[in-house]
């Protein structure tokens, strides 16, 4: 089942490749480094207040949509939280547009933030939508409508850039078009999904009790992953701040990008089982998913480490050399953080304890604030990285200490020594390639990836790590099965 989801999600997460590289690559082209600083504090503030308004009312359409079918009342549950989301989204845009008047801040940094807070008051209608078809398995719909959005939204922010004066506000007007035209389209699927719903206040209680402690914690964990640039920019420039953000987001949204991958499959099939067959069934899930996570995610991690100084040409000039100076550490830290926030935080979800997972977030997030206070000064944007992976293994080992209080949270600790020493033996491999005579560039990025995943992946069956072998061929009995299928007919 994990298998057949992670393909049917395989389109979202190629348009979150195309998108995410895409932007790094050309924002960084055609933005001047000051520019792209600015589009980087804009876009992190956005997810901040996104998270601050709006992700509690996501989290719980993701969390009861399996109870409302259960309990047959699914029009209500989506009435209600569209309803509240749309509410919410008048009220915090009139409240965003004040403030932006009243504040000081730079004329351009005010700019931007208009459509760059404006965008995320729309995004919520659309983030309801595509929680509600991946909690009801519409995998088909969620991921048309998810490509098609990220792509359009794409595609219209890199036009504005090349033919209007918008500059680093263009991506975000691309995404308010890109949401109003697909968006649109998906509301109107949605509106019959909640004919002859009502507004139900004890739902309304239910949900905020749910989602508010999600909501604090992500906006403690997007603290803990984010703060750093604000204070890079205040104590070094916006430029330096540029240089870290396209380091950081080369490095960890690529590993970003197969977590949420592999838990979008897994996880709506996690709470429908924890809400239909029980704890253990939820649990063996569990199981088999960090495995599954680990062997994807270490040798991604250890990849970008080995190849940073290669996948420079990836970058503009201007933010090139602090960039890929950051990277092989960010990889390390983007690690410990995925397998936090994409493993050890389902136990909160499905325990329901959601307000252990903010406690879990507070200590770090004030350690890594006072952390890049002191060593930013002196060791520049090494300072905020080391701070950074720090604070991400203290947040790990409180996470699940208090995870495992309440659900029997797994922990593959076995698959993870067996993948690391695997990691271990393609990082050799890659180090000992006589490389020494060529310039880093496209060539020496893929003789490093291509020795590196053969020696990986023969490593792996080797030591049958995470049990490998079993699910190659669980998987060959598989496709021989449906192949004597296909004859037959």
Known sequence: ?????????????????????????????????????????????MQ???MGLFTWMEAAMARFQARAEREDNVASHLTTLYRLAAGTGLIGLTLIMGLLWILPMPDRLSFVLIFALGSTCLQVLFNLGMEAHRAAHRIKRYSLTYSTQTLVSFTLGILFILFSPLREASPFVGIIIGLLIVGGLDLLFMRRRMKGGTYDNAKTKTYLAYGMPLCIGLLLSYALNSADVYLIAALMGEASAGEYNAGYNLSNRSLEILFVWVSMAVTPVAVTAMEQEGTDRSRDILKNYGATLMWIAFPAATGIALVSQDAGFILGEGVREGAVTVMPWIAFAGLINGVMTYYVHRAFMLSGQTQKYVWALVLPVILNIGLNLVLIPKFGLM????????????A?????????????????????????????????????????GLEPGVITLLIKASVGAVVYLAACWVLNAAEC???????????????LVEVAE
């Open 469 to 483: 072998r079993q699910v190659v061929h669980l998987l060959r009995r598989r496709f021989d099965r449906s192949s």
């Open 1 to 45: 089942m994990m298998g057949r989801s992670m393909l049917a999600y395989l389109p979202v997460n190629l348009a979150n490749v195309l998108t995410s590289f895409g932007t790094i690559i050309i924002l960084t082209r055609l933005l001047a480094p000051e520019e792209f600083g600015i589009y980087a504090i804009a876009m992190i503030t």
């Open 396 to 436: 790990l080992i409180i996470a699940t200490v208090l995870a495992r209080q309440d659900y029997p949270l797994p922990l593959p600790m076995r698959a993870a020594v067996e993948l690391a020493l695997c990691c271990g033996l393609m990082s050799g491999a890659v180090l000992l390639l006589p490389l020494k």
């Open 383 to 394: 300072g905020a990285v080391w701070a950074t992976i720090l604070c991400y293994g203290i």
């Open 48 to 50: 901040f207040v996104h």
